[in-house]
């Protein structure tokens, strides 16, 4: 496996959080295409420097990520936010990773809600734009069992649809984090590594530093070797602290229980 790094995690702007992160010694970065990155306010000029800066910090950029106030069940803008996330596909394969990760929405398993036709129509469309042009867009897991988003990616007829896998999003949404690693390891095209608490009677769960939380990494380093996946395990924090020296301690820790 290859150890990455989440940019948005150093809380620090994008040629400062490319220097930390060649600092750190990592050899791929994920950011997200919002604000100047956005694929809109992204020129040909702005997209060749882009790739200079990368080259400059050797680095090589591994997904963009592609946030979303609303997923893709909800009706409200959906052309819209189609349209945004077919750009980015665009300028994921123009910029060379060929990956987005997305956040997509719950798979609703009533096929006739209208949340469910929603998320299946957006689903599909992008599917085979990213197969047109390219690129692939990974899901996110944690809002539902693997089980559940395997069955319901191998319905979706096209190849451009992934896993970005999460085992943090899924120990907080009360999944097994260990059993998905098998169950989506021909879907997996990224991941991530945050640690968390999983919830008791006495606490609710959350986010924690890598390596401090209920997530035993030297058993999920042993189930991704299993499976053969050699893609990029990616330092993140979402929240809690978000700062140079935080990552670099994660990182350090992903050195030592999955190697790279």
Same mark, same amino acid.
């Given at each position: ?11 620090? #702007? ?52 592609? #946030? ?45 809600? #209208? ?40 319905r979706l ?86 700062? #140079? ?6 990182v350090k ?8």
């Amino acid at each position: 496996m290859k150890i990455g790094l989440r940019l948005e995690s150093l809380g620090l #702007p994008l040629r400062r959080a490319l220097a930390e992160a060649a600092r750190i010694g990592v050899l791929g970065v994920q950011f997200d295409a919002v604000g100047d990155l956005a694929p809109n306010q992204l020129s040909e000029t702005g997209r060749r420097e882009l790739r200079n800066l990368l080259r400059t910090y050797n680095v090589e950029l591994t997904a963009l990520g592609c #946030p979303m106030r609303r997923g893709l069940d909800t009706a409200e803008n959906l052309e819209a936010r189609i349209d945004h996330v077919r750009q980015v596909l665009t300028l994921s394969f123009e910029l060379g990773p060929r990956l987005v990760v997305v956040q997509a929405g719950k798979i609703v398993e009533d096929d006739k809600a #209208p949340a469910a036709t929603l998320l299946h129509e957006s689903l599909l469309a992008l599917g085979h734009y990213g197969d047109r042009v390219g690129s692939i867009l990974a899901l996110e897991t944690g809002l539902e069992d693997a089980a559940v988003l395997a069955g319901y990616l191998d319905r979706l007829d096209t190849g451009s649809l992934a896993v970005n896998y999460d085992p943090a999003n899924l120990l907080i949404n009360g999944f097994d984090p260990y059993t998905a690693v098998k169950v989506l390891h021909q879907r997996i095209a990224h991941a991530h590594a945050k640690d968390a608490r999983k919830s008791s009677a006495s606490r609710t769960a959350a986010e924690v530093p890598l390596g401090h939380g209920d997530l035993d990494w030297m058993r999920l380093s042993g189930e991704l070797q299993e499976i053969e996946y050699r893609g990029w395990l990616m330092a993140e924090r979402e929240s809690g602290d978000r700062s #140079p020296a935080d990552m670099e301690s994660a990182v350090k820790f992903l050195r030592r229980v999955a190697g790279g």
